[in-house]
């Protein structure tokens, strides 16, 4: 969907946890026009608006107060949006306390488009997510643009926030570059992001040694977790736990054998330990095959 572009404002709090109660209040308000003018009294007294310098990071961020700035998180695993609404950005804001990691804050965005719906006031304000995180939807224009501010205990320390894509006014046509078309890759996923409809995974090798004589470990240099869309007619295999019934149905290799449905996967993908796994990516980057691995 083409959104107009917009210089993403970040709020750097200047009264900490009062600073960022008051804009979330403001998103949560009652009335658009009053809460317009609530979230500009709030950042007029309590804040200072600048572009955020959006870049690419590792997608563990820092929680060190090392932090060398913003990071655009997009840029590793795919623009975020709330079903029906505009893709946007998203940033994990540089503070001195530091930067959220990406991998959190996908986890958290993807919470709150969940609860948006049942969120407080016209900003939708949703608490707790998490725990820890407390998000809202900002004043109009910008919450129509897609903008959402969220903030980690009281938003004194960690941020991030969604933002329309930089670049010319409009957002580009073409889809986004393809990550891994027409190549088989081994991988642990993670989960799955409902708001995108995207499969979640890390790329995983083999390492030799051990106690079990080897096992699988990240990529050495690569700890990003990537996203895609699974195929609307993939094939799924179990190896033991997907759909074998706890029997062992594998290959030469390992990998699964037993036909399952892909009900079956997604029920895997949401639970508490999504599957080690053997993916075949089609030409159009969607996962098209997902071979479960054994695991003794």
Known sequence: MRVTAIKPMKLVMVGGAVAMAAFLSACSGNGAAGNATQVKNAADASAIHAPSQAKAGSAAGSSDGGSSGDVNCSTLGGQVGPPGGPMVDLIADSTAEGTPGCTEAFNVITDYYAKQPNGEGPGRRVLDIEGHWDCAKAADPDGAQGVVYC??????????ETAPSKGTGTAPSNQPAQRFPNTTQTVQFTGYDTAANMARFQLVT???????????????GDTKVYRLPLHENEQVFSASTLCSNDSVTVDGQGRGTQPCSPEQLMQALTGATP????????????????KEIYQP
Do not use: C, M, Y
Request: no cysteine.
């Open 151 to 160: 903030g980690k205990d009281g938003g004194t320390a960690f941020r991030i």
């Open 206 to 220: 083999w390492q030799a040694g051990g106690p079990d004589n080897g096992h699988f470990v990240p990529v050495p």
């Open 275 to 290: 599957p080690l796994a053997e993916i075949q990516v089609d030409g159009s980057d969607s996962i098209a095959v997902v």
